[in-house]
């Protein structure tokens, strides 16, 4: 199956700082998705990006298809970014298991 | 609000004893997932179902069932727990297949922290 691998796998980060988080996919995917877990454990869907560019305020999320990885940023960060980042990818259409990365843990210090 | 609803939030159960977690989602998604969570391994799916009356294995299914009667509710079980069935479970669920799409995607429920003694 898809191997996905996240970078880095701990930021700490200064309020008001930009950063990026990596995501590099084993194989050409159909499905990609960035989640985000706050320090409450809930999950919240934030792109849903197989190939191109998409943002949403400060957060925005690119993926390199043909070269296998996908980049998300986040702008001006604020304390309530804190928290862990996962990738999920998938690369066959009639296949459910959407394969999640460990994670980037993102700590927003004020 | 709309959205996916999990109980119980924690259990404790002794080894050997079962139990059932209830998803219950109110968006009429076809779609609903069962995924466990452990420390360093992201997420890996367990079964999921994608309609009512139908369930399938996924990644990693062994010592659980699953059953969904009901469109909006889907169960996760344990017949006979065992302390490698500690984790902490979520439910999923999606519009269209694996949240495929512009403004589709996944919709988590808040959790169940479960502790296998």
């Known amino acids: 199956g898809i191997q996905v691998e996240q970078s880095p796998p701990d930021l700490i980060l200064q309020e008001g700082a930009n950063s990026t988080l990596r995501c590099n996919f084993s194989?050409?995917?159909?499905?990609l998705q960035w989640f985000h877990q706050n320090p409450w454990g809930q999950l919240i869907n934030l792109f849903y990006?197989?190939?191109g560019t998409k943002q949403n305020g400060r957060l925005s999320a690119t993926t390199v298809a043909t070269e296998r990885y996908s980049l998300l940023y986040i702008s001006s960060s604020q304390t309530t970014d804190s928290g862990v980042y996962f990738c999920?990818?998938?690369?066959?259409?009639?296949?459910?298991?959407?394969?999640f990365g460990t994670g980037t843990r993102l700590t927003i210090i004020p | 609000n709309a959205g996916v609803t999990q109980t119980p939030k924690f259990r404790v159960l002794k080894t050997g004893q079962s139990m059932t977690l209830l998803c219950a989602q109110d968006?009429?998604?076809?779609?609903m997932y069962w995924y466990r969570q452990d420390p360093g391994m992201g997420l890996r799916l367990i079964h999921y179902?994608?309609?009512?009356?139908?369930?399938a294995k996924g990644e990693v299914p062994d010592g659980y069932n699953v059953s969904r009667l009901k469109k909006q509710n889907f169960l996760l079980g344990l017949e006979s727990a065992a302390p490698s069935q500690t984790s902490v479970y979520f439910c999923?669920?999606?519009?269209?297949?694996?949240?495929?799409?512009?403004?589709?995607?996944?919709?988590f429920g808040s959790g169940t922290r479960l502790t296998v003694v």
């Open positions: 999920a990818a998938d690369s066959n259409f009639g296949n459910e298991k959407l394969t």
């Open positions: 999923a669920s999606s519009y269209s297949r694996q949240g495929r799409g512009h403004n589709y995607g996944y919709t």
């Open positions: 990006i197989p190939s």
């Open positions: 194989d050409s995917v159909n499905n």
């Open positions: 179902s994608v309609g009512e009356g139908t369930t």
């Open positions: 968006m009429n998604h076809e779609y």
